[in-house]
């Protein structure tokens, strides 16, 4: 660097060298290229400025209600009357927005229009509370939408959920247990036991090698999701079972993805209007709920593991393995261990009342399967009872010694309920109708169906929920300090650098205005931690302003005002460049290695560091050009 | 306006800033090992909730009716103002734990009707060990690049000095926040590498002037060298510091409670680090003799054709 002394050396700027232009211009299309970056960052910043009317969205959650305009007129007519301010409304293909008039009016016009549309029974249409956007239409068609509020601004709440694969994966073993048993008996191969399971793998055991060989190869014919292993069980010739780490894997998928479509269906029963559900690592969820206070009854709706079972009440002659004996009003009832059809088969479910005696009601639609399957088993059985089992996993948590510190450890159980027993008249079809749940119950039940089970049982390890007011007061005082943290800093440079600090001002802002231009074409979300990196990005920004000038000073002791100017802004860019790509390296760091609060105050690093290379090097440049480029200087004055 | 020339002896200074720093350095060590640090729920796991009261609060009254609904071991105390109270549980045993929020809640709110939730968090302990050990990679894998990065681009002694004035800075901060039991959650841990980052810059922005001057004085003693490029930075390096700092306090002042803590950090981390960019990252260079021949690279290795 130190040897690049000559100021008609090349320029790191990219200045041909030997350039016969006037000392400090850019040719008028660097000037160009310039103002262009600055203008479509003002478009993709400008949507920001719009805050958003709240609104009332309107969804249906099944096709026999259609969301049409009948609906929505309905909706506002309900509103207008009732005193809510309407100022405007749009239907699309799957959703209605109302705007009302003030937050206040949303909270109200929810309860009014959720009444109004689901008159009796619930689950027809859901209401939930949105932001409308007013970005005018202009600056919709370039693409440009403002950044999303995070929680901790917005309110709202947030889960982080670990999915249960051992019991699921348990829960998988076994069932290839009894297709193993099957297949056993069906070769006539003599086994040893009943329970093969094993932790996470199954031991059978043999009465012979031949039979442990025979078995061997039928299984391995049929189960192509074994590891098998020949090791003696018990001391008697014995096969070990372990499940594929790739058929594992494909497992945990499969389990993450269904709870991740159902958990999606039942916030959406919830009426949360843009909630955040995705996988994160191998077996967790993080599901963000916005705008949602009472995050108890989100987590009764999300972690509820609840289905139904359909059985045959065993007939006396019935084998004692294929029954098992649960109490219904005092009185134990023996079932069959067979399953007729479960939850899983339900297509939908509404909670409705009995005519007759009042009393809350599920009504069940089964899917084709199902219903041939009910039809078919119900038909030989008239005259028989069948039996309803609600079935319900709960989460409880032991205290459990590991690497000698004590922790507690969530797990899960099962508790099974006989809700009804009742005698079958005639066979049943698709749809039938059950009772003997309490309202609280028969509801939940409703949702969970239509949503669909869960396909492994989770628990939650991390809950963050932020009030409503404190997310305000969050946004107040972010923007607050952005504003006291910027002015301070304008002032200052504009005290200290004359006008080199008007230029750096003006590079400063236009640094603020590609910083939300940029994370809001990237959709990041704005948090406080995301804010503080703003403001301390404005503060770290002029850094290499500050060098840059700090060094025509030295300069302009030796050399000519242009020559100064010239030396100056060359000479620290290597400084700049060096500092910047170190900090920008800590901001990567942050962001690949961080979570939550972190990752966010790193994507604004990160971003800051790159704009405010842009301004502070070409934008400060180009004005400092335009301001003194080309003249005759007697001094600098900085 | 114009900063004054100085010349400033800053390296005769060296042995006494080395104690200083030294000192510093085993205070904070020794007071983290023996109080350890005040870790927050982000680490330890737990339950805190935060209520806000339409009248001024009383923490012992909240904590008597807790205790009277048998939720015992509850920390309770103002925050930020006196209608303001935040509820600490530790990791409960028979409860579902993720429920204990709602629970306290829902026994405030019988008491106090006019409560409102300003924000209810639970962390299990799995993820606030996660977060822990998350959180120990960020900071050393972010030591070891910049440790890298330097030493590619500067020379090993330079590598060394910024990374063990890194390390400084970082234990001293924490130090403090040890000393003042200041509570250490994720914000504070963002901020300790915003500090670094901080810290970094202003080392390197110094390191840059020491090797320059290295090349282009061609007489001179280290000592000196490295003197005249302290106080060649001196001003750049204070105005920075100042603007950071108008910024810092704004957010400490105006910020409100959430990331008050965030913003403490990196003011004492600001601060320290303009400490130790000078006395600790030049003073490093003497410690291991750097000479003019250190950083006379051949031609072809010039910095203007190895930038990155």
């Known amino acids: 660097m130190a040897r690049s002394s000559g100021l008609v050396g090349e320029s790191l700027l990219g200045m041909p060298k030997g350039s016969n232009r006037a000392p400090n211009t850019f040719s008028i299309t660097r000037y160009v290229i310039i103002l262009f970056v600055v203008v479509i960052g003002g478009i993709y910043a400008a949507p920001n400025l719009y805050q958003p009317d709240p609104a009332l969205q309107i969804k249906s959650t099944n096709e026999a209600n259609p969301l049409n305009q009948t609906v929505v007129d309905k909706a506002i007519a309900e509103l207008s009357a009732q005193g809510v301010q309407v100022t405007g409304s749009e239907l699309t293909e799957n959703a209605a927005l109302i705007r009302v008039g003030s937050d206040e009016d949303q909270l109200r016009g929810r309860d009014l229009v959720s009444a109004a549309l689901n008159p009796g029974s619930d689950g027809r249409y859901v209401v939930a509370l949105n932001r409308a956007s007013t970005t005018p239409q202009w600056l919709q068609d370039f693409g440009g939408k403002p950044m999303s509020l995070g929680l901790d601004l917005s309110g709202g709440v947030h889960f982080l959920l670990q999915v249960d694969m051992d019991k699921f994966l348990g829960d998988r073993i076994r069932s290839n247990q009894e297709a193993i048993r099957d297949l056993?008996?069906?070769?006539?191969?003599?086994?040893?036991?009943?329970?093969?399971?094993?932790?996470?793998?199954?031991?059978?055991?043999?009465?012979?090698?031949?039979?442990?060989?025979?078995?061997?190869?039928?299984?391995?014919?049929?189960?192509?999701?074994?590891?098998?292993?020949?090791?003696?069980?018990?001391?008697?010739?014995?096969?070990?079972?372990?499940?594929?780490?790739?058929?594992?894997?494909?497992?945990?998928?499969?389990?993450?993805?269904?709870?991740?479509?159902?958990?999606?269906?039942?916030?959406?029963?919830?009426?949360?209007?843009?909630?955040?559900?995705?996988?994160?690592?191998?077996?967790?969820?993080?599901?963000?709920?916005?705008?949602?206070?009472?995050?108890?009854?989100?987590?009764?709706?999300?972690?509820?593991?609840?289905?139904?079972?359909?059985?045959?009440?065993?007939?006396?002659?019935?084998?004692?393995?294929?029954?098992?004996?649960?109490?219904?009003?005092?009185?134990?009832?023996?079932?069959?261990?067979?399953?007729?059809?479960?939850?899983?088969?339900?297509?939908?479910?509404?909670?409705?009342?009995?005519?007759?005696?009042?009393?809350?009601?599920?009504?069940?639609?089964?899917?084709?399967?199902?219903?041939?399957?009910?039809?078919?088993?119900?038909?030989?059985?008239?005259?028989?009872?069948?039996?309803?089992?609600?079935?319900?996993?709960?989460?409880?948590?032991?205290?459990?010694?590991?690497?000698?510190?004590?922790?507690?450890?969530?797990?899960?159980?099962?508790?099974?309920?006989?809700?009804?027993?009742?005698?079958?008249?005639?066979?049943?079809?698709?749809?039938?109708?059950?009772?003997?749940?309490?309202?609280?119950?028969?509801?939940?039940?409703?949702?969970?169906?239509?949503?669909?089970?869960?396909?492994?049982?989770?628990?939650?390890?991390?809950?963050?929920?932020?009030?409503?007011?404190?997310?305000?007061?969050?946004?107040?005082?972010?923007?607050?300090?952005?504003?006291?943290?910027?002015?301070?800093?304008?002032?200052?440079?504009?005290?200290?650098?004359?006008?080199?600090?008007?230029?750096?001002?003006?590079?400063?802002?236009?640094?603020?205005?590609?910083?939300?231009?940029?994370?809001?074409?990237?959709?990041?979300?704005?948090?406080?931690?995301?804010?503080?990196?703003?403001?301390?990005?404005?503060?770290?920004?002029?850094?290499?302003?500050?060098?840059?000038?700090?060094?025509?000073?030295?300069?302009?002791?030796?050399?000519?005002?242009?020559?100064?100017?010239?030396?100056?802004?060359d000479r620290a860019l290597l400084t700049i460049l060096d500092a910047n790509i170190t900090t920008f390296f800590v901001a990567i760091i942050l962001l690949s290695v961080g979570s939550g609060p972190v990752r966010g105050f790193a994507v604004t690093l990160a971003v800051g560091i790159v704009t405010s290379m842009f301004t502070a090097i070409l934008g400060t440049r180009a004005l400092v050009n335009l301001m003194y480029g080309g003249r005759k200087l007697e001094k600098v004055s900085i | 306006m114009k900063f004054p020339e100085t010349n400033i002896d800053f390296m005769g200074k060296r042995k006494i800033s080395g104690v200083i720093s030294i000192v510093l350095v085993l205070v904070s060590l020794i007071t983290m090992a023996v109080t350890g640090l005040n870790l927050g729920l982000d680490f330890t796991g737990g339950t805190l909730v935060e209520v806000e009261f339409a009248e001024s609060a009383n923490p012992n009254e909240i904590r008597q009716l807790l205790e009277t609904n048998g939720y015992e071991n509850g920390v309770v105390q103002y925050f930020g103002t006196e209608r303001d109270l935040l509820i600490r549980m530790p990791s409960q045993t028979d409860t579902a734990q993720a429920n204990l929020g709602d629970e306290i809640l829902s026994a405030l709110r019988s008491a106090h009707p006019d409560v409102v939730m300003r924000q209810s968090n639970y962390v299990g302990p799995a993820v606030g060990e996660e977060l822990t050990e998350d959180g120990g990679l960020a900071l050393l894998t972010a030591l070891f690049v910049v440790m890298i990065y330097i030493f590619f681009r500067f020379t090993k002694q330079f590598s060394v000095g910024a990374v063990v004035a890194l390390i400084h800075d970082v234990l001293i901060v924490l130090g403090i926040f040890a000393v003042a039991q200041w509570t250490f959650d994720l914000s504070v841990l963002a901020a300790l590498l915003a500090v670094i980052g901080y810290s970094l810059n202003d080392t390197i922005v110094v390191s840059d002037r020491i090797r320059e001057n290295f090349r282009k004085i061609r007489k001179g003693a280290s000592f000196d060298v490295i003197n005249t490029s302290l106080n060649q930075t001196l001003g750049r390096t204070l105005v920075t510091s100042m603007t950071t700092l108008f910024v810092l306090l704004a957010l400490l002042f105006a910020g409100g409670e959430m990331i008050r803590g965030f913003a403490l950090a990196l003011t004492i981390g600001v601060v320290v680090g303009t400490y130790s960019s000078i006395y600790v990252a030049a003073n490093m260079l003497l410690v291991m003799n750097i000479t003019r021949e250190d950083l006379l690279v051949p031609e072809k290795d010039s910095p203007e054709n190895a930038m990155p």
């Open chain 1, 184 to 569: 056993l008996v069906s070769e006539r191969i003599r086994y040893v036991g009943r329970d093969w399971v094993d932790g996470q793998q199954l031991s059978i055991g043999f009465q012979s090698e031949e039979a442990r060989d025979a078995a061997e190869e039928q299984i391995s014919k049929t189960f192509d999701a074994f590891q098998i292993l020949t090791r003696d069980v018990d001391g008697r010739p014995g096969l070990r079972l372990n499940l594929l780490e790739e058929t594992i894997r494909e497992l945990e998928d499969l389990a993450i993805q269904q709870n991740l479509q159902s958990l999606r269906n039942r916030v959406n029963e919830l009426g949360v209007s843009e909630p955040l559900v995705q996988r994160l690592g191998r077996s967790r969820i993080v599901l963000d709920l916005p705008g949602v206070q009472d995050s108890a009854r989100a987590k009764e709706i999300i972690n509820k593991f609840a289905n139904l079972e359909f059985r045959l009440v065993a007939l006396p002659n019935a084998r004692p393995s294929q029954t098992e004996t649960h109490e219904y009003e005092g009185a134990p009832v023996v079932l069959e261990t067979r399953n007729i059809v479960t939850g899983d088969q339900v297509t939908n479910a509404l909670q409705e009342y009995d005519p007759e005696s009042g009393l809350p009601q599920v009504s069940i639609t089964l899917d084709n399967d199902g219903g041939r399957a009910m039809n078919e088993i119900t038909k030989d059985h008239v005259g028989d009872s069948m039996a309803i089992l609600f079935k319900e996993l709960k989460v409880r948590s032991r205290k459990v010694v590991e690497d000698g510190v004590e922790i507690l450890k969530p797990y899960t159980v099962e508790e099974k309920r006989l809700i009804n027993v009742a005698t079958i008249q005639s066979a049943l079809g698709f749809r039938f109708r059950i009772t003997g749940l309490g309202l609280g119950e028969a509801r939940d039940l409703a949702l969970l169906l239509r949503a669909g089970a869960l396909a492994a049982p989770m628990y939650i390890v991390e809950e963050r929920t932020v009030g409503a007011s404190l997310g305000e007061e969050n946004i107040d005082k972010g923007t607050q300090s952005i504003v006291i943290g910027f002015a301070l800093v304008l002032v200052f440079m504009l005290f200290y650098y004359k006008w080199f600090g008007f230029a750096a001002n003006v590079a400063l802002t236009v640094n603020l205005v590609l910083m939300v231009a940029i994370m809001s074409v990237l959709g990041a979300t704005l948090t406080l931690p995301g804010i503080a990196g703003i403001v301390l990005t404005v503060g770290m920004a002029v850094d290499a302003n500050v060098l840059i000038f700090a060094r025509i000073r030295e300069e302009a002791k030796e050399r000519s005002p242009q020559q100064a100017i010239s030396a100056g802004f």
